[in-house]
T-cell receptor, first 113, second 112 residues
Framework: GESVGLHLPTLSVQEGDNSIINCAYS??????FIWYKQESGKGPQFIID?????DKRQGQRVTVLLNKTVKHLSLQIAATQPGDSAVYFC????????????FGKGTRLHILP | DAGITQSPRHKVTETGTPVTLRCHQT?????MYWYRQDPGHGLRLIHY???????DKGEVSDGYSVSRSKTEDFLLTLESATSSQTSVYFC???????????FGPGTRLTVT
């Protein structure tokens, strides 16, 4: 597989603790948001999404929070595991305009034993 | 990888040579994309396709061309490779342009 030595912001979290990864998006008209996970040597994988008519959505061990007032998105991972070690990207789009998805630059999550 | 394959997975080529990367999908999705991923830049869209023979430019399209003669295949061509095109290239597919994308495993291209 492929990986890229990205010079990214890094969040270090103790195994078993909760992780919070933040993202500021750029377009106030964006109404659909997605979090992707990219493990070393692989392409990005969809984790969870949220539409602008919601401010919170939960998945399995993950929660996405949306604050449209300040254009902020966060991904919370409960009970962080070694397998959560990856780069996480947020992405935004406008569904009504059928616009392309725009990706953020990513945050590396590092799990401490 | 949601039925997406990329070939080759690794390639080393010399400056000035043509290079073609292939993306193949088995999902019959309408939209296909080519991205490059570089340190400090994240994913940047090169070109995308919204159907057979229908393509459009992305953010960093200079030096690249694409073709889509069949729904399942999207080709990315570097007509004359340059060192600045050394990167990891990802293909993605989606049923709608604004939906979550499914990515291939990537191709690492090195231009010497």
């Amino acid at each position: 597989g492929e990986s890229v030595g990205l010079h990214l912001p890094t969040l270090s979290v103790q195994e078993g603790d909760n992780s919070i990864i933040n993202c500021a998006y750029s377009n106030s008209a964006s109404d659909y948001f997605i979090w992707y996970k990219q493990e070393s040597g692989k392409g990005p994988q969809f984790i969870i999404d949220i539409r602008s008519n919601m401010d919170k959505r939960q998945g399995q061990r993950v929660t996405v929070l949306l604050n449209k007032t300040v254009k902020h998105l966060s991904l919370q991972i409960a009970a962080t595991q070694p397998g959560d070690s990856a780069v996480y990207f947020c992405a935004e789009s406008q569904m009504n305009r059928d616009d392309k998805i725009i990706f953020g630059k990513g945050t590396r999550l590092h799990i401490l034993p | 990888d949601a039925g997406i394959t990329q070939s080759p997975r690794h390639k080393v080529t010399e400056t000035g040579t043509p290079v073609t990367l292939r993306c193949h999908q088995t999902e019959n999705h309408r939209y296909m994309y080519w991205y490059r991923q570089d340190p400090g830049h994240g994913l940047r869209l090169i070109h995308y396709s919204y159907g057979v023979k229908d393509t459009d430019k992305g953010e960093v399209s200079d030096g690249y061309s694409v073709s889509r003669s069949k729904t399942e295949d999207f080709l990315l061509t570097l007509e004359s490779a340059t060192s600045s095109q050394t990167s990891v290239y990802f293909c993605a597919i989606t049923a709608r342009i604004s939906d979550e994308q499914y990515f291939g495993p990537g191709t690492r291209l090195t231009v010497t």
